[in-house]
């Protein structure tokens, strides 16, 4: 299954004169169980898009289907269905520590839980388990005020919170924002392992292209509310002019390849996407250089 997106745009206070366009014909597809990417400059309509795949925002034209699902139903008898399908995706909104309103770790860990109306076993359960999820111990922390701890920690409550209603698709806007570097590493290596052990589709947001190039398998480039590359990291990447003019660069392994090939460095290949690959090609290239010195 997957969330298709169709030919959707978006306009911001129509027929106002502050009416601006947002989303321009975009279409795309992010199949079930893909980490995709989303990346673009400021203003782009990156979060503009992240909001309608649960349904916040609906389109001015087009439509999200989540699973066969339309999220917009044109019919009564469809309204449920709809409902149903909005809550496959789970959203994590930037600086989602400021949502958090509870007393307790679990107390806000366990709202979402709540009003599903899930019994208490089903609620402390889905607690424990969303809490082992992010790597915060719960008899450590279940009892403490969540204003009291870390950055990332924190973040890693409210993304908690989300897992509790346990989705079939995370999507995260920027989730690295405003954190310290070992808050960043913590965040980006909990929802890698989330995707490779409960198999999750994550759809994240992010203005760093190495963490793009290291964990992603799909991405997205947005520029003035249009989707203008759509593939694989490697063969994006490879699209300079499409960056440059989207307002991005390539990642630093691909930037410092390009670099060597063109100071003479033999490179048979520069669209490697991380440090391990760019080792192996610059070592290879070496020995074909000493090979041909010989």
Not at 39 to 47: I, L, N, Q
């Amino acid at each position: 299954m997957s969330i298709e997106i169709k030919h959707i745009s978006y306009t911001y206070m129509p027929k106002t004169p502050f009416e601006r366009q947002a989303l321009k014909e975009v279409t795309a597809t992010i199949e079930e169980g893909t980490f995709t990417a989303i990346a673009g400059h400021t203003g782009s309509g990156k979060s503009t898009l992240l909001q309608h795949l649960n349904g916040l925002l609906h389109p001015t034209e087009g439509h999200v289907v989540v699973d066969g699902v339309d999220l917009l139903p044109q019919k009564k008898s469809e309204k449920k269905a709809a409902r149903a399908a909005r809550m496959k995706v789970g959203m994590v909104f930037q600086y989602p520590e400021q949502q958090l309103f509870e007393e307790t770790v679990e107390a806000d860990i366990a709202f979402g839980p709540k009003n599903l109306e899930l019994s208490g076993e089903d609620v402390a359960s889905r607690v424990r388990e969303s809490m082992e999820l992010v790597h915060l111990d719960y008899e450590r922390f279940h009892a403490r005020s969540p204003f009291v701890l870390s950055g990332g920690q924190m973040r890693r409550v409210a993304i908690a919170g989300i897992l509790a209603l346990r989705p079939k698709y995370l999507v995260l806007d920027e989730p690295t924002a405003g954190l310290d570097p070992r808050g960043r590493k913590e965040i980006l290596s909990m929802v890698t392992a989330l995707h490779r052990r409960k198999k999750t589709t994550v759809i994240f947001v992010s203005h760093n292209m190495d963490d793009i190039a290291r964990l992603a398998r799909h991405l997205l480039v947005f520029n003035k509310g249009m989707l203008v590359a759509d593939g694989t990291p490697q063969a994006v990447f490879g699209q300079t002019d499409v960056l440059r003019e989207a307002g991005l660069r390539q990642p630093h392994v691909m930037t410092l390849l390009r670099h060597l090939r063109e100071a003479g460095l033999p490179l048979e290949r520069t669209d490697v996407l991380t440090a391990e690959e760019a080792e192996q090609a610059i070592c290879a290239a070496l020995k074909k250089m000493r090979g041909e010195k010989s």
